[in-house]
């Protein structure tokens, strides 16, 4: 059974960092486009960056700078990179996968990031 699952979230101040985690399990990430999304309460799910199999990567722009994406195909994991973190940022992020042969894709249920004094 293939299985997505995140991690990392937490509650930081203004101006700090969190690392997330995307893990794959039953499949192996290869062949898969990996998206982070995020959604704030009363807000649309948006795509926040994306890394493709092959490993090119796209930025939302209000994130450009500050976020990295990027993963481990040996370990079956993505990773998001926050920094200089802004309330803004607060949202349950999700990550999402798709096979890039296939199109079968997969979510994980979301961690959870609140950026707050």
């Known amino acids: 059974q293939v299985q997505l699952v995140e991690s990392g979230g937490d509650l930081v101040e203004p101006g700090g960092s969190l690392n997330l985690s995307c893990s794959l399990s039953?499949?192996?990430?290869?062949?898969?486009?990996i998206t982070w999304l995020r959604q704030a309460p009363g807000h649309q799910r948006e795509d926040v960056a994306r890394?493709?199999?092959?490993?090119?990567?796209w930025y939302q722009d209000s994130v450009k700078g500050r976020f990295t994406i990027s993963k481990d195909n040996y370990k079956n994991t993505a990773y998001l990179q926050m920094h200089s973190l802004k309330p803004e940022d607060s949202a349950t992020y999700y990550c999402?996968?798709?096979?890039?042969?296939?199109?079968?894709?997969?979510w994980g249920p979301g961690t959870r990031v609140s950026v707050s004094s």
């Open positions: 999402n996968t798709v096979n890039k042969y296939v199109g079968n894709a997969y």
């Open positions: 890394i493709t199999a092959d490993g090119d990567t």
């Open positions: 039953g499949t192996t990430l290869n062949p898969y486009h």
